[in-house]
Nanobody
Framework: QVQVVESGGGLVQPGGSLRLSCAAS????????MGWYCQAPGKQRELVAE???????KYADSVKGRFTISRVNAKNTVYLQMDSLKPDDTAVYYC??????????WGQGTQVTVSS
């Protein structure tokens, strides 16, 4: 059974930092592209960052220079370090594991709220 579980969300003040973690089980983790997506109220889910099998990374323009995605295959875990957080970063953050065009798994999401 595949499980994708996020953790690390919470309430933080503008300018603060959070680190999200996502642990995946039931898959050959090293064979999957791992991504973080966010969904704010009333908006579509959108890509924040992703990291490939060979650790190539991609970021949304809005988070470049502020967020860093990384993975530790030995722990079946992907991280999202979020620095210089802004109120616009407030959203539910979802972890995604993807292999090829048709196989993907989602976590249940973790809330990030940036507010003073």
């Amino acid at each position: 059974q595949v499980q994708v579980v996020e953790s690390g969300g919470g309430l933080v003040q503008p300018g603060g930092s959070l680190r999200l973690s996502c642990a995946a089980s039931g898959i050959a983790f090293g064979m999957y592209t791992m991504g973080w997506y966010c969904q704010a109220p009333g908006k579509q889910r959108e890509l924040v960052a992703e990291i490939s099998l060979i650790r190539t990374t991609k970021y949304a323009d809005s988070v470049k220079g502020r967020f860093t995605i990384s993975r530790v295959n030995a722990k079946n875990t992907v991280y999202l370090q979020m620095d210089s957080l802004k109120p616009d970063d407030t959203a539910v953050y979802y972890c995604n594991a993807r292999r090829g065009e048709f196989e993907e798994y989602w976590g249940q999401g973790t809330q990030v709220t940036v507010s003073s």
